[in-house]
């Protein structure tokens, strides 16, 4: 009797033992390259880790080693280099149509106003920093997507993609007039001695423009494919060094240009002869000058996108976010110390007529003006090379708003190829600079640069919309954004009626 329970128990219990290994996880399967008879205590821990497992912890130590690199890096970013790189993005081409704004706005309103437009900018971008302060992205169009949504965000890189676009036209039209006036000031000096010959008999020409600026766009097709630009970056440092020699050069030159007004242009007692100081009610005239001026301060201070990756440069930096807002401050101070001299001087240099550019300015005293000419060539030759820097904001803006992943090198081709067709083909056609730099401002870089920092800033402050300083900030914003508006429905009435819209 009690050898037939010994047996039920013992079968009882291999039945048992056979239920609890069909009801049990399977484990990993062990890797083939294991000694199964090898006891377990004595295994390797790092042989024992499966496969999977191991790769995930190789990727988690590499990201770990990547984000100390980094932050081992960054830790060398000074409140110097960070004001530098945010001057860099801030000095642009705009500077050069700051005389024309000038002589319409009145000298001393313009200055006021260019003032305004810097504080202006400092507000806007320390409420981006401040919005951002919490999250770890350090990109634009993902901070807008995490904190407003996908549409939002799709919204942005429409503008993005959009002043962009504007700014490709924009350089391929200056490059193509600092070229003509180059060649017009060496070559054609004695039959041309104003521009505007020139360019009516010659340099306007369609078998001039159309085969030099699709040229030109034909070899920035092959550079803009690269989706790596590190090699070009030297650009935007020899475009910021280009932009403050021939703001110096007129510095230089202001005092004597100013003498040959007064004593060639000037007629005492004649108020036509006087420039513009003080008339402020010359910016509401029919023209309403002061919404285009107000654009082109806009487009002058559009740097916001680029907070992001200087801000990213002091992740990991002792008192980072201090150091940033430090930076903007002095930056926007220098920059706003530029603006005042090339408004002050270029004013002076040309006050009667600053129609053009400054350095499209005419030479007054014979010869050639080879430091000027100097100024022509390098802001071309800076231009040129930083065009595909302009791009590859476009190119993010299409690929964040138009496609799910990353742009495939077949869509790399055919979007660049349109983009770059269609710029060429309207820089052909078109070639008002001053309207480019207004819509630019007016319609598209306004939305990016007050609106959605201001919206960030409100939604992630938790205080709502409601109170009253946000109310104010973001009235405030909604202003701004109707000022640039309006300056773009002006300036394309003007256009249609075919008065000159500058």
């Known amino acids: 009797m009690t ?34 008879e090898q006891p377990l205590e004595n295994k390797n821990l790092e042989e024992m880790t499966p496969i999977s497992i191991k790769q995930k912890e190789t990727n988690v130590i590499a990201q770990e080693d990547i984000n100390k690199k980094k932050e081992e890096e960054n830790k060398g970013q000074t409140i110097l280099g960070a004001t530098f790189l945010f001057a860099n993005t801030s000095l642009g081409t705009t500077i050069f149509t700051f005389a024309i704004r000038a002589k319409q706005f009145g000298l001393f309103w313009f200055l006021i106003f260019a003032i305004l437009a810097a504080l202006i900018n400092i507000w806007t971008v320390l409420r981006l920093i401040e919005a951002v302060k919490d999250i770890k992205e350090r990109d634009y169009s993902t901070v807008v997507e995490k904190i407003l949504g996908k549409k939002w965000a799709t919204l942005l890189n429409i503008f993005l993609g959009l002043y962009c676009l504007l700014f490709l036209m924009t350089y391929m039209t200056l490059i193509y007039a600092l070229i003509g006036r180059f060649i017009c000031s060496i070559w054609y000096k004695d039959k041309y001695p104003v521009f505007d010959d020139f360019k009516k008999e010659k340099w306007n020409k369609a078998q001039y423009k159309f085969p030099i600026i699709f040229g030109y766009c034909f070899i920035l097709y092959f550079v803009s494919l690269l989706k790596n630009m590190e090699k070009l970056n030297f650009a935007g440092y020899l475009g910021f060094i280009a932009v403050c020699y021939s703001v110096l050069v007129v510095v230089i030159q202001c005092d004597k240009y100013y003498k040959w007004y007064k004593n060639n242009e000037r007629i005492e007692g004649d108020k036509s002869t006087y420039p513009n100081y003080f008339d402020f009610g010359k910016a509401f005239t029919k023209d309403l000058f002061f919404f285009k001026g107000m654009a082109s301060l806009f487009a002058a201070y559009t740097n916001h996108s680029n907070v992001f990756p200087i801000y990213k440069s002091f992740d990991g930096v002792p008192d980072g976010k201090r150091k940033m807002i430090w930076s903007v401050w002095i930056s926007n101070g220098l920059v706003g110390l530029m603006h005042f ?29 080879i430091w000027m000419n100097i100024a022509k060539v390098s802001c071309a030759v800076c231009l040129f090379f930083s065009t595909p820097l302009y791009f590859v904001g476009l190119r993010i803006a299409i690929q964040n708003a138009f496609f799910k992943e990353e742009i495939t090198d077949k869509q790399n081709y055919i979007v660049t190829g349109i983009c770059y067709f269609i710029s060429a083909l309207v820089a052909c056609l078109y070639d008002k600079i001053l309207n480019y730099i207004t819509y630019g401002g007016g319609f598209t870089s306004i939305v990016f640069s007050y609106l959605f920092p201001i919206i960030l800033y409100i939604i992630t402050n938790g205080k709502g919309f409601f109170y009253w300083k946000n109310f104010i900030e973001f009235m405030g914003a909604i202003i701004l954004c109707l000022l640039g508006i309006i300056a773009g429905i002006l300036t394309i009435i003007n256009d249609i009626k075919g008065e000159d819209a500058t």
């Open 3 to 36: 050898e037939i329970k010994t047996e039920i128990i013992e079968v009882k219990n291999k039945k048992d033992k056979s239920i609890d290994k069909s009801t049990v996880q399977p484990e990993t399967p062990t890797p083939l390259f294991l000694n199964t």
């Open 341 to 369: 001299l090339t408004i002050l001087c270029a004013f002076l240099t040309e006050p009667l007529e600053p129609e053009d550019l400054i350095v499209y300015r005419i030479n007054r005293f014979g010869g050639y003006d």
